[in-house]
């Protein structure tokens, strides 16, 4: 049983068509931020140029931009320009890093992450710039043309390509001779029919257009160009064999893509931010740079507002603004090349070590000094035993003393009120490591060893993945900064090396 529908099309009204009219504005997009997966739609005119912005992005990956047209007419054409925010302008036809040009839809750009002029980038600029013929003084306003614009990151390297399948989808298809698509072979007979009767094959570029417009086929005399529209015939020559005097400059440039090179890379007009007087200026010089610029990597500009001096804030050595980063590395190498500081011997102190046997600091080794002769030490010994007994039995009596071998330090860690006699006490000091020399010391030395040690413990927690400073390096810097903890601080960023840093 048949079922007859009535449909009946009702034009809008004045309200509803200006509502939908609205709507759709608000989805066109003239530039601004992008972000990565966003399509944006818009209407650019013939000479006129939308710019657009993007971040943010993942490095570590390739980014693809793609442009594509809308209902676009026969001649009409978008390109599509590329910089990053290194090049200190927008994208346009006569000064970009990456572009399109061509009449192929959908134009695409992949960039990959080893390109060297994404080193650094931060932002990556995209300029829409809808295609008009310089000769065409027609006053009139041409339509202009609509587009979608997106960007996304992949991890397949291979630009998608529009290039033919050599196999068949499945084995019920054949290939046809005029299109050379593959096609159901239940449906070979009619789609051939239509196919010859409305389409021409252009046998030297595979092209297939519709016939009644070969007249407007052509191919470049040149290069391997082609396409199907007088105005891209027009635009082809204009960008690609026609040559182009750079404005700033000299210079002539084969092509419009040789002109965005040229003023992209070593025009002396080229902004540049210097790293010297950190100003957005032309870096000057001319196509042929000498060895010192090539070598350096710098431009005329900077080697000569490089050439300026200035005081090196570590060793106060004049030194050349350009020289500066290499000075720099060379404190930095001799920093990394420091050996651990040699510390008092007495764990309880501060200070670097003096000239004597026991590599103690002046103020501990003074009360065990004895200008006797003693070439074996014997005396030097019993001296220290006997400094030991006296601070176990009888005590410094000093509050801040933190020492296991005085009766006042253990007291103070919290062993009471022991009585002890030289029976008990002598073990002790027999017992002690080699070397171990716990001497008492006095109220700033105690502080600053606290103050060493709790650096120590801060630089731990806040490694960055790089390991703490040594305790030594801690000693060294608190003594250096006279217990300031802020120039402590200082001196251990400037001159000590983490546990990790070698």
């Known amino acids: 049983m048949g079922i007859d529908l009535e449909v009946n099309i009702e034009p809008l009204d004045e309200e509803q068509a200006r509502e939908t009219l609205k709507r759709r504005l608000q989805k066109k997009s003239s530039g601004g931020k992008l972000t990565l997966g966003q399509t944006v739609e818009g209407d650019v005119a013939p000479g006129d140029e939308h710019f657009y912005e993007l971040g ?21 054409d978008v390109d599509l320009f590329i910089t990053t925010n290194r090049q200190h302008h927008k994208p346009r036809l006569e000064e970009h890093v990456w572009g399109d040009i061509s009449s192929v839809f959908p134009k695409r750009i992949q960039i990959f992450p080893s390109n060297i002029e994404l080193m650094d980038a931060k932002t990556l600029h995209v300029g829409v710039r809808g295609w008009k013929d310089p000769e065409d003084n027609n006053s009139m306003e ?18 998608k390509t529009g290039a033919l399948s050599s196999e068949p989808p ?42 009644g417009t070969e ?6 005399d040149s290069c391997n160009a082609h396409g199907n529209h ?19 400059c000299t210079y002539i440039a084969t092509s419009l893509t040789d002109l965005a090179s040229h003023r992209t890379s070593v025009c002396p007009a080229k902004l540049i931010l210097c790293g010297f007087c950190h100003l957005i200026v032309p870096q000057e010089g001319d196509q042929n740079p000498n060895a010192e610029q090539i070598l350096s990597g710098l431009t005329r500009h900077e080697l000569h507002c490089g050439g300026r001096t200035t005081e090196c804030n570590i060793c106060s050595r004049r030194t050349r603004l350009r020289d500066l980063a290499l000075h720099l590395k060379t404190h930095e190498l001799q920093r990394l090349a420091k050996p651990l500081p040699e510390t008092c011997a007495n764990p309880l102190c501060c200070r670097s070590p003096a000239e004597n046997p026991l590599h103690l600091c002046a103020a501990c080794f003074g009360p065990l000094y004895a200008s006797t002769y ?12 006997r400094k030991l007994l006296r601070q176990l039995l009888v005590g410094c009596g000093k509050s801040w003393c933190k020492s296991p071998l005085c009766k006042t330090g253990r007291r103070n860690l919290g062993g009471g009120e022991e009585r002890m006699g030289t029976k008990e006490a002598l073990p002790l000091v027999k017992a002690r490591k080699p070397g171990e020399l716990l001497l008492c010391v006095d109220e700033v030395t105690s502080k600053r060893r606290e103050l060493a040690e709790g650096l120590a413990v801060e630089t731990v927690l806040d490694d960055g993945g790089m390991g703490g400073y040594p305790v030594e390096f801690c000693v060294r ?20 090396v983490r546990t990790g840093e070698r």
């Open 230 to 248: 007088p105005s891209s015939h027009k635009k082809h020559i204009h960008t690609t064999h026609t040559p182009h005097t750079c404005p700033n």
């Open 374 to 385: 003693d070439p074996a030490g014997s005396q030097l010994q019993n001296r220290i035993e």
């Open 215 to 220: 007249q407007n086929h052509w191919h470049c």
């Open 142 to 159: 041409a339509p202009a043309c609509r587009y979608t614009l997106f960007i996304t990151q992949t991890d397949i390297s291979p630009l």
């Open 56 to 76: 943010a992005w993942d490095h570590a990956l390739p980014l693809e931009i793609e442009l594509d047209g809308i209902d676009l007419e026969e001649g009409d």
């Open 170 to 211: 499945s084995a019920d298809h054949q290939r046809c001779k005029n299109c050379t698509q593959w096609i159901p072979s239940r449906t070979m007979l009619l789609h051939e029919s239509f196919c010859f009767r409305n389409n021409i094959h252009c046998p030297f570029c595979n092209t297939v257009f519709k016939r």
């Open 477 to 496: 810097a608190v003594e250096a900064a006279n217990g300031d903890v802020e120039g402590a601080r200082r001196w251990l960023e400037r001159e000590g």
